[in-house]
């Protein structure tokens, strides 16, 4: 994995619950940003599906602490949040992942970390891991139609357990 880049500025986004998520920027603790084209597609919920499946496993360990200590796993796409909301229930990862809609303005938050397709008008396939203070890097990507392997994912989410 690459060096951490510097902080962006502060981006938060409303997410699938009516609360904020805090994309980028400084926030309480670090984070995995995991950007998605868009909900309801196969290759996206394939993903978000191993992806609940990790966190959960992940949370079951004793290095991660408790529920309540655990970094946020976003889920950001340009979808609205009430679709994310449906989206995240349906897969039954909604407890698990927090669903952040980057709808308006339409990909200001995958702009602002270089994981925007202008030409399709929806995010790209990449997952950022974000410390506490806001630095930044990638942690998993992929071309279009193809998903994020399993185990980027996976070692992200160890490198959050462990403190980055």
Do not use: K
């Not at 994995?1 to 998520?21: C, K, N, Q, T, Y």
């Not at 709808?103 to 995010?123: I, M, N």
Request: hydrophobic share 45%; net charge negative.
């Amino acid at each position: 994995m690459s060096e951490f880049a510097p902080p962006l500025e502060p981006i938060s986004l409303v997410d699938h619950r009516g609360g904020m998520g805090v994309v980028a920027g400084p926030a309480p603790s670090s984070r995995l940003v995991v950007f998605v084209p868009m909900a309801f597609t196969p290759v996206c919920a394939d993903e978000i599906s191993d992806l609940a499946q990790l966190v959960s496993e992940a949370r079951n360990r004793p290095e991660w602490g408790s529920a309540l200590e655990a970094p946020e796993v976003l889920v950001v796409s340009t979808d609205s949040s009430a679709a994310l909301r449906a989206w995240l229930v349906e897969l039954g990862a909604d407890a698990l992942l927090t669903g952040c809609s980057d709808f308006w303005p339409h990909g200001s938050a995958a702009r602002a970390y270089g994981a925007f397709d202008e030409a399709a008008g929806t995010a790209m396939r990449r997952s950022f891991l974000v410390r506490a203070d806001g630095s930044h890097r990638v942690a998993a990507s992929a071309r279009p139609g193809e998903a994020r392997v399993r185990s980027d994912h996976a070692a992200a989410l160890h490198l959050l357990a462990e403190g980055l």
